[in-house]
């Protein structure tokens, strides 16, 4: 074991939040103004969207470098993996944005074990488990690019590697073997085990039936796992961009993944600059984004997206949160962002 950093970063207190006199603010803290539970319609800007940058605070007070995923904890927390700034960040139920592990390496994917510990993974491989105690244990290393993590019923993990193709399974007592995927052999193959391929695996999340969903995001398509390494496509015929049945519906780079709860999965389909959903009988349709790379908060036919990656949804509150980050490319595009998926749940498009 090791200790990781705490970081509390000088916000100013801004918006009107409690600070101890040198800007540092509490996750505890509310923001005032900002009223989480009133989303406005189509897409906005929760947090960050000023230059890239480290601080802590309000809406646009707060500033990241690259926020590569989101994570909503059951607490209603939001995790924030800000890989450049190599910080895992908070976002608590007031809106206030805090820091609560650096340095890490380039972190990316993000998980919440039952008893409450945060697990991340990043680009050096390892995965770590990180206690609010301020203790990081090393739970699996040698992963490879680490893009997706989640958190199975039986305590293991599955972890996604970017550029080895492949999906591991990290046992509770730190075991890793092979899930699906042949170690640096790309490739689109629905088999068992050794021989299924992938083409850079990213987000991964479970099922409702148990199986597990993934974002294939060099085959653009999302594929289904199931637990003993059985691999299929559920949809996608590749790159493209077109809405409709599992066989005929187009992504280009699918990356981020949410579960919603009517069971529909909601894919951020990042080089199209959209937010897709696959709908319970397996339909793709387009949900929000003007198709062009942008920052633009507005209604979510012409809302825009920088280079959306991960993805999470607040089933609770019907609100579906984008880590929204820059890509290496410059402009404001530094943010989380939000959308409700209520009236998708009514039937009404949004």
């Not at 187009?250 to 937010?275: C, K, M, T, W």
């Not at 962002?337 to 498009?349: A, C, E, I």
């Amino acid at each position: 074991m090791m200790m990781f950093v705490v970081v509390v970063v000088a916000s100013g207190g801004a918006c009107g939040s409690s600070s101890d006199g040198h800007g540092a603010m509490s996750a505890g803290d509310a923001c005032a103004g900002l009223d989480l539970s009133l989303v406005p319609a189509g897409v906005s800007t929760l947090a960050g969207g000023g230059a890239m940058g480290f601080a802590d605070g309000c809406g646009a007070g707060a500033a990241f470098d690259n926020p590569v995923n989101v994570l909503v904890t059951p607490g209603g927390t939001m995790l924030i993996a800000d890989r450049n700034n190599g910080a895992v960040r908070t976002l608590s139920p007031g809106g206030v944005v805090t820091t609560f592990a650096a340095p890490l390496v380039y972190p990316f994917a993000l998980a919440v074990t039952p008893d409450g510990d945060v697990v991340v993974g990043g680009d050096d491989g390892t995965m770590r488990r990180l206690s609010g105690s301020g203790m990081s244990t090393v739970l699996a290393t040698g992963l490879g690019l680490v893009r997706g993590l989640v958190a199975l019923p039986d305590g293991s993990f599955v972890v996604s590697a970017l550029t080895t193709h492949v999906l591991w399974r990290v046992a509770p007592d730190g075991q890793e073997s092979i899930l699906a995927g042949s170690p640096g052999q790309a490739g689109l193959v629905d088999g068992v085990g050794a021989a299924a391929r992938f083409n850079q695996p990213v987000d991964i999340v479970v099922m409702p039936d148990g199986a597990l969903a993934v974002a294939d995001l060099g085959n653009d398509r999302i594929r289904r796992v199931t637990v003993d390494g059985t691999v299929t496509t559920l949809a996608g015929v590749g790159g493209g961009y077109r809405d409709g049945a599992p066989a005929v519906a187009a992504f280009d780079g699918p990356s981020g993944l949410a579960l919603d709860a009517d069971g529909s999965l909601f894919v951020s389909d990042r080089f199209n600059h959209r937010i897709r959903r696959i709908d319970p009988a397996g339909q793709v349709t387009t949900v929000a984004g003007s198709g062009v790379a942008g920052a633009d908060d507005a209604t979510a036919p012409l809302a825009s997206f920088a280079s959306m990656e991960g993805i999470d949804i607040d089933t609770a509150a019907h609100v579906l949160y984008v880590a929204d980050g820059d890509a290496g490319q410059p402009g404001p595009f530094h943010r989380v962002r939000r959308l409700s998926t209520q009236p998708l749940l009514l039937g009404v498009p949004n």
